[in-house]
């Protein structure tokens, strides 16, 4: 909001935020999963291994930390909580709440693909099953997320195919990171606390376990398509978004950094 | 002597106005060419405009809203600038004017992927190099027919 000249004209109405058990914790996850995988992809930036990629990746880690911002902003009406900012940088690693398949450490390109073709599939059907979300701010959001992310599909699954069908190194090197995320591949749909509270308003319109199935049965063609082995079930499901690793813990120091060194500071 | 007198804010006038604001990214359009104004409401304690941002993440949001309350300030009034989700921004709300614009400065409109064509020679004969463009708004494509690389705004 810009006021210029004195008190604004008039304050806007804004949907009355529905007081439905597990609406913070959906919100959290969501808008953790595109911060983490925003930020580890923004180190990418200046180190890609082609100049295009090097923009997109960053385009692409923008696109995500945008998001992810305007999540912890309704998760702040939600909760209360100041703003988007003190959310997403004033927790410690623990209280974070993104999918363990976001915990691996950046590690190569091949990695970097395997990972965002993992997550943005998900997203896609996470994101389709909050589409008619009865609270209006977050369908509106929805609605809006669902349009920049079909470009991240659409780039991702382009890189997905070239590693898969280059033979060699490439293929290889894909093999070796989708064989490293396989176990934590279906984290993002770890059941939430408040779940059926969620279900029963009309936020979520379907359990997270039957989302889980769908994506597992279009990501198991697109896999066949390529001559890539079928992804096994998660591991730990329990565990499937907290106890984050020395990887988290790390890119949290990283991304935490300045503004630990002056909280106060405006940008 | 002259005398600085506030021009009469109708929501007419107050469009007009707008009408002069550049995009920062895209200077090319004004907000208005954009499609991104979304309402103009006014009365007697201030201006209220809601724009709708073109992207999620936008990072050029902030210069918006300034450089609309300094626009608006020959009104003599309270100004707020406010986004909203309400609506979603699509491509196709660039105006036909804003579409020319782009195209002369060597942006292609907004079409579907695998629809756009070069701003340069009008060939359909085009390559996406990269869905990822400068801004978070635009995509990279070649032109085979005239061997140009351009930018085309994503259509969202």
């Known amino acids: ?267 | 002597m002259v005398t600085q007198v506030a021009p009469e804010p109708t929501v007419e006038a107050v469009q007009r106005a707008l009408a002069e604001v550049p995009d920062p990214e895209l200077p090319v359009l004004s907000v208005v060419d954009l499609g991104i104004v979304h309402s103009v409401d006014l009365d007697a304690r201030g201006i209220w405009v809601t724009i709708l941002p073109t992207f999620v993440g936008c990072p050029a949001l902030d210069v918006i809203r300034a450089s609309i309350a300094d626009r608006l300030s020959e009104f003599g009034l309270p100004v707020q600038v406010d986004t909203t989700f309400e609506v979603p921004w699509t491509s196709d709300r660039i105006s036909p004017a804003g579409r020319r614009a782009l195209a002369a400065v060597g942006i292609a409109p907004p079409s579907e992927p695998d629809a756009v064509r070069c701003p340069f020679c009008a060939s359909a004969s085009v390559a996406m190099d990269s869905a990822f463009g400068p801004t978070q708004c635009r995509s990279l494509y070649y032109c085979r027919a005239c061997r140009q690389p351009f930018e085309a705004l994503k259509a969202v």
């Open chain 1, 1 to 267: 909001m810009t006021v210029a000249g004195g008190q604004p004209a008039r304050t806007r109405a804004t949907a009355p935020v529905p007081h439905v058990e597990g609406l913070d914790e959906l919100l959290r996850s969501m808008a953790d999963d595109e911060f983490v995988i925003g930020f580890s992809d923004s180190e990418w930036t200046g180190i890609a291994p082609l100049l295009e990629e090097d923009i997109a990746m960053s385009s692409l880690a923008q696109d995500e930390l945008g998001h992810a911002q305007a999540l912890y902003g309704l998760l702040a009406e939600v909760t209360g909580a100041a703003d988007a900012d003190t959310l997403a940088y004033d927790r410690e690693p623990a209280d974070y709440r993104h999918a363990r398949l976001l915990d691996h450490g950046r590690g190569d390109w091949a990695m970097t693909i395997a990972r965002r073709y993992l997550y943005e599939t998900s997203d896609a059907v996470r994101l389709a099953a909050l589409a008619q979300a009865s609270w209006r701010p977050l369908a509106e959001l929805v609605g809006k997320l669902v349009r920049e992310e079909r470009y991240h599909l659409m780039h991702v699954g382009l890189w997905l195919e070239r590693l898969a069908t280059t033979g060699g190194e490439p293929r290889d090197r894909l093999l070796a990171a989708l064989g490293m995320l396989g176990p934590d591949s279906g984290t993002v749909f770890t059941p939430l606390p408040g779940e059926a509270a969620l279900l029963e308003a009309g936020i979520l319109a379907r359990p997270m376990v039957e989302l889980e199935r769908d994506w597992r049965v279009g990501v198991a063609a697109r896999f066949e398509g390529l001559r890539l082995p079928g992804l096994p079930p998660t591991q730990d499901p329990a565990r499937g978004r907290t106890d984050h690793g020395a990887a988290f813990v790390w890119l949290h120091g990283e991304f935490t950094m300045v503004r630990r060194s002056d909280p106060a500071a405006t940008w």
